[in-house]
């Protein structure tokens, strides 16, 4: 198991979440200026930032492995890799989960496969990593994208969503369970609640996790009702949270980073 380079090896969290905001650059030149980005999203509080790649879906062809595009692609993975203030969260949302890019499971292993690769960060022994990479389980070659990151020393966040629903404890936990024998370093749940039972039933679902899995889980409800979750989640074991820089979520009812740590200065 490979520590995350923004959450500790431990999977018990205590009250804080670490916070992860996401960098949604649309164009080569926006993905230049994550340096910039990043040093306003630590002044606001950020532990991390997530790298959605899939928001260069309409000006870059993922799938181009050897043309401008994949070139263009390089560029901004440098770029954010450059810049040193804050761990970044590589990740390519695909339309299915709520994401931008349009990817059936063949390419979108190849996308991510060669994310993983051009990270070019295999850390000296004894050193934390400063990238790790979100595998959606659901993707047929999820295993595999979790071998090969394992193998180049890159630590894996598996991730399941839902924004149709919030399934029934006994399916939740048999998400993460399935994220665990993939062998990934931490494991992210995000469903959509459609009543306050919902929200109820995602964090036992956590807090039952947290006590056998051997990773930290990651438990989030979406949208309004789910809010909560992104507030509170740390009281039952959830080990981070996203939040946003201003006013653009990249999902239903994040919170702007400064007002999550307004929040918890005054209760924590």
């Not at 009702?225 to 507030?231: I, K």
Request: include cysteine; glycine fraction near 6%.
């Amino acid at each position: 198991m490979l520590s995350l380079p923004f959450i500790a090896s431990t999977p018990q969290n205590i009250k804080r979440p670490k916070v992860i905001v996401p960098f949604a650059p649309r164009t080569l030149d926006e993905a230049r200026a994550a340096g910039e980005w990043a040093a306003r999203a630590r002044k606001a509080g950020a532990d991390a930032m997530e790298w959605r790649v899939d928001a260069l879906a309409d000006s870059v062809d993922l799938l181009d492995a050897d043309g401008p595009a994949a070139q263009a692609l390089e560029e901004a993975q440098l770029a954010i890799q450059d810049q040193r203030e804050l761990p970044v969260l590589i990740t390519v949302r695909t339309a299915a989960e709520g994401g931008q890019a349009d990817l059936d499971d063949a390419a979108y292993a190849k996308v991510v496969s060669g994310l993983i690769r051009r990270t070019q960060l295999t850390p000296p022994l004894g050193t934390q990593p400063r990238i790790a990479v979100d595998v959606e389980v659901d993707r047929e070659p999820a295993a595999q994208l979790c071998k090969q990151a394992g193998e180049l020393g890159v630590p894996v966040v598996a991730s399941h969503h839902d924004f149709d629903r919030t399934p029934d404890t006994r399916i939740l936990l048999a998400k993460i369970r399935d994220m665990l024998l993939m062998g990934a370093d931490a494991a992210k749940i995000a469903v959509m609640p459609k009543e306050p039972s919902d929200v109820s039933r995602l964090l036992e679902a956590c807090a039952s996790a947290v006590e056998v899995a051997e990773v930290p889980v990651i438990a989030i409800s979406m949208g309004p009702l789910g809010r909560s979750t992104r507030v509170f989640g740390g009281d039952f074991g959830s080990a981070a949270t996203f939040a946003t820089l201003g006013d653009e979520p990249t999902a239903p009812g994040q919170i702007p980073v400064e007002k999550l740590r307004s929040v918890w200065t005054e209760l924590y």
